[in-house]
Structures are given as C-alpha cells and as structure tokens.
C-alpha cells in the first residue's frame, strides 16, 4: 500500500520559516518527480516546486528565491524548505509522486496546514 506521509507545517509569522517533510512508502517503480502543490481557502490546488529523478529543480514564480525542494533518497523524503514566508502562503500543501512512462502513476499526500500570520 502507497503512503505519503506530510509534517512540519504550522503556524509562524511573517517573515519566518518552515521545512516541510512528506516520506513516502510502498511504490515499487521508480519515480520520475516529486512535488509540492498548495491550496488554499477557496482557490484552486496550485503548483509550487519539482524535483525530478536527476535531481533538477524548478519552482513557481510566486516562491523563487525562498523556498527550496530537496530529497533524500535514503529515507525516500522530499523536503520543501519555506523562508521569508508570507500570509500569502497560507495554504494546505500537498506532496505529489509520480511516474509518466508504464507502469505510471501519481500520487499525493494528505496535506498539511501552513499559516503564516502578519
């Protein structure tokens, strides 16, 4: 059974910083990406950053220059580093895996709550 698993989402002030963390387990093909996508109160599920098996990274406009996505291949991890965190960044983030080519598939985490207070 494939599980995500998120933490480190919180409350923090403007200004501040989070490391989000999704672990994930049970996938037996190799992923071809990882991600981090956001949501918040009644606006549409957003992307915000990729890693991809080679390990390129490619962020959003919105978080460029403040937050960063890593992994740990080891502990199957995906971070997302979040500095200089806004009230705009108030969200729900959700891990994403996926693999494009057969067998694919796509997954995502339950979500975690950001909320950045001004």
């Known amino acids: 059974q494939v599980q995500l698993v998120e933490s480190g989402g919180g409350l923090v002030q403007s200004g501040g910083s989070l490391r989000l963390s999704c672990a994930h387990s049970g996938i037996n093909f190799s992923i071809d990406a990882m991600g981090w996508y956001r949501q918040a109160p009644g606006k549409e599920r957003d992307w915000v950053a990729d890693i991809t098996k080679r390990g390129s990274t490619s962020y959003a406009d919105p978080v460029k220059g403040r937050f960063t996505i890593s992994r740990d291949n080891a502990k199957n991890t995906v971070y997302l580093q979040m500095n200089n965190l806004k009230p705009e960044d108030t969200a729900v983030y959700y891990c994403?895996?996926?693999?494009?080519?057969?067998?694919?598939?796509?997954?995502w985490g339950q979500g975690t709550q950001v909320t950045v207070s001004s």
């Open positions: 994403n895996v996926r693999r494009s080519i057969r067998p694919s598939y796509e997954y």
